[in-house]
């Protein structure tokens, strides 16, 4: 129910409940976001981009539940920044021309366990259309009723996408393994 009062306060301008709202869910945001692919030096900015969303929407939300609102601003945010990205990428890309000087990109501070680390770059090769169900039934524990609902798919196309990137998941899994220990081993 707090929640809900929340909401409310922050529709009838309290930037005090507002405030709640946003330390209450960014790490949620961040999360999702992180697991869609993005980098965590843009997790600020994407946030900052998701609650600026919520803000000027909030008169809009009337859902039931608003963190199914909350993930499809989240997954909107994360689709347009990664289409600015990949612009930004091919300008880049053009005006350069070269190979890069041979240095190994930084070492994730997110992912600090190699198995989160190679579960992380299976997950970055999955189909969209894969990856966002499975990380929100799998990292966010959401039900598939609700992941029909951000997603805004019906129940059986959502129950054949996890269990077919579930599939798709483990067979990069383990090619990944396979490397692994061949370059190990």
Request: aromatic share 10%.
């Amino acid at each position: 129910m707090e929640e809900t009062l929340l909401i409310q306060q922050a529709k009838d301008g309290d930037l005090d409940a507002y405030r709640k709202l946003i330390q209450q869910y960014s790490p949620i945001v961040e999360r999702f976001a992180y697991q869609m692919g993005n980098e965590a030096d843009d997790m600020q900015d994407i946030c900052q981009e998701v609650f600026i969303r919520v803000y000027r929407f909030i008169d809009g939300f009337s859902h039931a539940k608003f963190t199914t609102w909350l993930y499809k601003i989240t997954l909107n945010v994360s689709r347009d920044f990664k289409r600015k990205e990949n612009q930004h990428y091919r300008r880049i890309q053009k005006v350069m021309k070269e190979a890069t000087d041979g240095y190994p990109p930084p070492v994730d501070n997110v992912l600090r366990e190699e198995e989160d680390k190679i579960l992380h770059d299976c997950l970055q090769k999955l189909d969209e259309k894969y990856q966002v169900p499975i990380i929100l039934f799998y990292f966010h524990e959401k039900k598939y009723e609700e992941i029909a609902d951000i997603l805004s798919l019906n129940l059986s196309t959502i129950k054949t996408r996890i269990l077919r990137g579930k599939s798709l998941l483990k067979k990069l899994l383990e090619a990944a393994e396979e490397r692994e220990g061949t370059i190990n081993g």
